[in-house]
C-alpha cells in the first residue's frame, strides 16, 4: 500500500468536505462519469480512505488522557482531557468527524460502477465497511450516542439529524465487521501492506467486544484469530526495520518525504525534542521487578532501593521509558540534576517528568542528526500480543482459571524477558484480574490503549483524581549496572506536574461546540460540562 501514500492527496477530492454539520459531502464532487472508471481509480480512492482513518499522532498522544502521561503543551489538545478540564468550548483533541466516513459512503456507493469481477469489488468494498467501522469505533467510545450515517446527504439542511442511540451504532459496528470478516483476505501482497485483512476486523471486533464487556465473544474472536505471532525482542519491535513483522495486525502507514510522521514531539529537549508526551510516575511505578514481584514486595523484602529505582526492573520499563541513568546517544539521561538540558525547569520542551517515552523512538538512540520530523516509521494499530492479552482478561472475567489463561499470559510475560506466572501467588480470579491489568498497562504503554482501559475498567476516577507527578529529584551516580544503565541517587521529591480531576462525565469527550453551534439537532454531550 505504501506505493499509493504518495498520491493519496489527489483521491481526497472523491468526497470534498467542508466545515459545516456533518462534514457534507456533495453528490456532484466528482461524477462517476468521470472517476469511477478503472481498478486505478478505486485503488486512488481507497488510499483516501486509509488515509484519514487513522492518525499514528493520535495513538501516541492519547495515553495523555490516562494516568499513563502528560501532554505538555495545551494547545495539541490532549493537556485539557487529562486534567479533566475540556469543555465543548475547548474540548482538545477529538474525534467528532464525518470526513472519512462520507468518503467510505462514497466508495461504497459508487465502486460498482467500475468493471471488475464481483469477488475482487467485495473486497474493495469490504475495506471500505472496515474503515467505516472503526470510525464508528472511535465515534461511539469517545461519545456515546452519535448520527449514524451511511448516504451522504443532498444539502446542508438534510444533514442536520439527530444522534443516534449508542446501542444503534455499537450494533451497526458488529454486524459490519461480522459481514466483513470472511470477505477480506488474511493477507495481500507485500506492496499492499497495510490494507485491512481478515485478522484486522476479527481485532477489531475482539477489541469492541472486550470494550463493552462481551467476554465471551471477545474470547471466541480472540480465539480464532490465526496467522500471527509474538515477535521474539520487545524493545526492537517498535523499530523500522521490523516494523512490518508476524505480530502486527494491522498499522498506520508512512513513508518518509511523502506521508511521514514527527517523532520531534516525543524526544527529549536535549535530543532537539518538544517532549510533548511524557510519561508519569504513575506508569513508571506500574513496572514490577524482573522476577515478577511488584516493588511494593520487593521493597518489604529489602529488595528495592527508592533512591535508585531502575535496577532490576521488567524489561519493558527499559524499552518503554528513557529514565534517569540510563544511557542515552552515547551519554547517561540527567533530568535529575538542575541545569541540565533535560531538566524540567531548562526550557519549554524539557519533560516536565523528568522522562521521556523510548518506544518508538529506540531506533533513534544512536543518532543525533535525523530528521525527525520526517520519517517512515509505521505506528501499530492492533498487535498479537493484544489478542493474547485479551484471551486472559476474558478467562479471568469469565472466571475461567485454567492452563490457557495462563499460558497466553505466559507467552507475553516471557517474550518481554519477565518470568512465567507463578501459579501458586496467582491462582483467584481477583488477584488475576489485577494483574492482567496491569499486564496491559505495562505492555501498551504509549500506544493509546489505557485511556478506554480505565474506563471500561471503571477505575478512571481512582487513578485520575491524583496529583500527576514526575521523577524524584537527585543525581546520577558514576557506577553502572550491568546492562551499562547508570545508577541513580534520587534523594529530593517528586515533581509536581498537574493536579487533576475526573469525574463520571469524563467518561465521554464532549462534543464541539462548533458542531453543536452548526447543528440545531445536535445535543450536547453530558449537560455538565
Known amino acids: 500500500m505504501k506505493k499509493y501514500i504518495s498520491i493519496f492527496l489527489f483521491s481526497l477530492i472523491i468526497a470534498s468536505c467542508g466545515d459545516s454539520f456533518l462534514d457534507v459531502a456533495p453528490k456532484d464532487a466528482l461524477s462517476p462519469a468521470t472517476f469511477w472508471q478503472s481498478e486505478d481509480d478505486l485503488e486512488l480512492a481507497l488510499t483516501g480512505l486509509y488515509a484519514g482513518f487513522e492518525s499514528g ?21 490532549w493537556r485539557s482531557i487529562g486534567d479533566g478540564t475540556m469543555t465543548p468550548a475547548n474540548p482538545g483533541a477529538g474525534y467528532f468527524s464525518y470526513t472519512t466516513i462520507n468518503r467510505c459512503n462514497e466508495f461504497i456507493d459508487n465502486l460498482r460502477n467500475v468493471d471488475l469481477p464481483d469477488d475482487k469489488l467485495d ?15 472511535q465515534m461511539v467510545v469517545n461519545y456515546g450516542d452519535v448520527p449514524l450515517v451511511l448516504e451522504n446527504f443532498e444539502s446542508p439542511d438534510e444533514a442536520k439529524v439527530p444522534r443516534d442511540d449508542k446501542e444503534k451504532v455499537i450494533e451497526f459496528v458488529k454486524g459490519e465487521l461480522t459481514d466483513i470478516i470472511d470477505v477480506l483476505p488474511e493477507s495481500y501482497p507485500s506492496s499492499d501492506y ?34 500471527y505471532e509474538l515477535f521474539p525482542n520487545y524493545q526492537e519491535l517498535f523499530n523500522p526495520e521490523n516494523q512490518q513483522n508476524q505480530e502486527i495486525i494491522l498499522s498506520v502507514q508512512h513513508t518518509q ?13 536535549g535530543s ?65 540534576e538542575s541545569g541540565d538540558a533535560n531538566y524540567y525547569q531548562t526550557a519549554d520542551n524539557a519533560t516536565k517528568s523528568g522522562y521521556n517515552f523510548r518506544k518508538y523512538i529506540n531506533f533513534l538512540d544512536e543518532s543525533t542528526d535525523e530528521q525527525y520530523w520526517n520519517t517512515g516509521l509505521d505506528i501499530y494499530i492492533f498487535r498479537y500480543a493484544e489478542v493474547l492479552l485479551t484471551i486472559a482478561e476474558a478467562k479471568v472475567e469469565l472466571n475461567e482459571i485454567d492452563e490457557e489463561l495462563y499460558d497466553a499470559l505466559d507467552l507475553v510475560r516471557e517474550r518481554a524477558g519477565m518470568p512465567a506466572v507463578d501459579r501458586s501467588v496467582y491462582d483467584s480470579q481477583e488477584k488475576l484480574r489485577e494483574l492482567v491489568r496491569n499486564e496491559r498497562r505495562v505492555e501498551f504503554a504509549g500506544e493509546g490503549l489505557r485511556r478506554d482501559d480505565i474506563i471500561r475498567w471503571g477505575i478512571a476516577s481512582d487513578v485520575m483524581n491524583e496529583d500527576a507527578l514526575g521523577v ?15 545508577n541513580v541517587e534520587l534523594t529530593e521529591d517528586h515533581i509536581f506536574i498537574e493536579s487533576r480531576r475526573f469525574d463520571d462525565r ?5 462534543i464541539p461546540q462548533s458542531a453543536i453551534d452548526r447543528n440545531t439537532e445536535l445535543e450536547p454531550n453530558n449537560p455538565g460540562y
Open 272 to 336: 532537539g525534542g518538544w517532549s510533548s508526551v511524557v510519561p508519569t510516575q504513575a506508569l513508571v511505578d506500574s513496572y514490577r521487578m524482573a522476577d515478577g514481584r511488584t516493588i511494593e514486595e520487593a521493597k518489604a523484602d529489602g529488595d528495592y532501593d527508592p533512591q535508585n529505582p531502575y535496577v532490576n526492573r521488567d524489561p519493558r520499563l527499559r524499552a518503554t521509558v528513557i529514565y534517569p541513568g540510563q544511557m542515552w546517544q552515547g551519554e547517561p539521561f540527567r533530568s535529575v
Open 472 to 486: 524524584r529529584l537527585g543525581e546520577v551516580l558514576d557506577t553502572q549496572q550491568a546492562n551499562g544503565d547508570y
Open 57 to 77: 499522532g493520535n495513538l501516541l498522544y492519547r495515553d495523555c488522557g490516562s494516568d499513563n502521561a502528560y501532554n505538555n503543551f495545551p494547545w495539541e489538545g
Open 123 to 137: 473486497i474493495y468494498e469490504a475495506q471500505a465497511r472496515f474503515v467505516r467501522a472503526y470510525k464508528y469505533y
Open 194 to 227: 497495510g490494507k485491512a485483512t481478515k485478522g484486522a476486523a476479527q481485532a477489531l471486533l475482539m477489541r469492541f467486544n472486550l470494550y463493552y464487556g462481551n467476554y465471551e465473544a471477545a474470547l471466541q474472536i480472540a480465539r480464532d484469530i490465526e496467522g
Open 506 to 510: 469524563h467518561n465521554l469527550l464532549p
Open 257 to 269: 518525504d511523502d506521508y511521514q510522521i514527527n517523532l520531534t514531539p516525543f524526544m527529549p529537549n
